[in-house]
């Protein structure tokens, strides 16, 4: 069983930054796919981003298009979402997630592995 524990979120101000981090444990991590998503009140989750096995392939939402990065370090255990120029709508918890077969990667259903969350509220 895999146990994933997302931290670094915050409040922080409308165009700054924050680095989000997910540990994971009880498993294999380069054998996993990484992503995370995010839900806001009242909205469903949605896909923020996702990162193949070896971090050779990377995919976005369009809304976090060149201001998010996410990257792994399979030696840590650890996937990193790198938040950029935030605005008021990222405003959500945000979730990590793990895959142990990416056939769709924007569908929740398609990752095995949950984080708890961690909040990130930009304020304007």
């Known amino acids: 069983q895999v146990q994933l524990v997302e931290s670094g979120g915050r409040l922080v101000q409308a165009g700054g930054s924050l680095r989000l981090s997910c540990a994971a444990s009880g498993g294999t991590f380069s054998n996993l796919a990484m992503g995370w998503f995010r839900q806001a009140p009242g909205k469903e989750r949605e896909f923020v981003s996702v990162?193949?096995?070896?971090?050779?392939?990377?995919y976005y939402a369009d809304s976090v298009k060149d201001r998010f990065t996410i990257s792994r370090d399979n030696a840590k255990n650890t996937v990193y979402l790198q938040m950029n120029s935030l605005k008021p709508e990222d405003t959500a918890v945000y979730y990590c997630?793990?895959?142990?077969?990416?056939?769709?990667?924007?569908?929740?259903?398609?990752?095995?592995?949950w984080g708890q969350g961690t909040q990130v509220t930009v304020s304007s």
């Open positions: 997630a793990a895959a142990i077969a990416l056939y769709g990667v924007r569908n929740p259903r398609s990752y095995n592995y």
């Open positions: 990162i193949t096995w070896s971090g050779s392939n990377t």
